[in-house]
Nanobody, 116 residues
Framework: QVQLVESGGGLVPPGGSLRLSCAAS????????MNWYRQAPGKEREFVAA????????NYADSVKGRFTISRDNAKYTVYLQMNSLKPEDTAVYYC?????????WGQGTQVTVSS
């Protein structure tokens, strides 16, 4: 079955960096686009970034454009989210997502806290 396992979250001061990883299994990773979403306390889950199957095209939410970079290693079945210049408003649980209509798959999430 499809499994998505995020890692790499933690506590970081404003202006710091983190790299999140999502290890995927149970489907043909190299043939599918992947996404990152996040959910802050008391808010709805929101789109962060997406990457096509080959990594040739990426898309970002305006709030993270220029600071976050999504990438993937198809040989390792892993998608990454490099987060730089982190702000307190980036604090959230970050989720890896794979969508294969009509199913939508999520990892368990990894907590990112930006605070001094």
């Amino acid at each position: 079955q499809v499994q998505l396992v995020e890692s790499g979250g933690g506590l970081v001061p404003p202006g710091g960096s983190l790299r999140l990883s999502c290890a995927a299994s149970g489907f043909t990773f190299s043939s599918n686009a992947m996404n990152w979403y996040r959910q802050a306390p008391g808010k709805e889950r929101e789109f962060v970034a997406a990457i096509t199957s080959t990594g040739g095209f990426t898309n970002y939410a305006d709030s993270v454009k220029g600071r976050f970079t999504i990438s993937r290693d198809n040989a390792k079945y892993t998608v990454y989210l490099q987060m730089n210049s982190l702000k307190p408003e980036d604090t959230a649980v970050y989720y890896c997502n794979y969508n294969m209509y009509p199913s939508n798959y999520w990892g368990q999430g990894t907590q990112v806290t930006v605070s001094s």
